[in-house]
């Protein structure tokens, strides 16, 4: 784990990325990861991930880069994937209209007319 601000100028970059469907039903979206190395020696990191929000900072996201191996080459491209679940409809019910009221339209009506008995 690297904290934020060995990330230079990254640190508070906004990426935009588009998500599409995934066959599970679920949102997914990538950034593409480009690692530079310095020196002689190679670069072997297992399991890389990238902990993200979005621009307002309401959700968190992590995109899974999985293993990286920098061995003859000063570069390594990666593409990372984050999924997620897809938003759900805000409605102002939460349901069908039940005898109790209870999620139905706010409207007066009279009490059903019941005849007495005999």
């Known amino acids: 784990t690297w904290p934020g601000t060995s990330l230079g100028l990254c640190k508070d970059k906004v990426f935009k990325t588009k998500a599409r469907t ?25 399991n890389f991930n990238l902990d993200a929000e979005t621009a307002d900072g309401s959700q ?13 080459k000063k570069t390594a491209i990666k593409e990372c994937f984050a999924q997620f679940p897809k ?12 005898r109790s009221g209870k999620n139905c339209d706010k409207t007066t009506t009279r009490p059903p007319f019941r005849s007495g008995s005999g």
Not at 30 to 45: A, H
Not at 60 to 72: L, P, S
């Open 87 to 98: 938003s759900l409809p805000t409605t102002t019910r939460s349901g069908p209209c039940l």
């Open 22 to 46: 995934t066959i599970s039903n679920l949102l997914e979206t990538k950034l593409v990861l480009t690692l530079n190395r310095s020196g002689k020696d190679g670069m072997r990191l297992e």
């Open 60 to 72: 968190k996201r992590r995109f899974k880069c999985g293993k990286i191996v920098i061995v003859d």
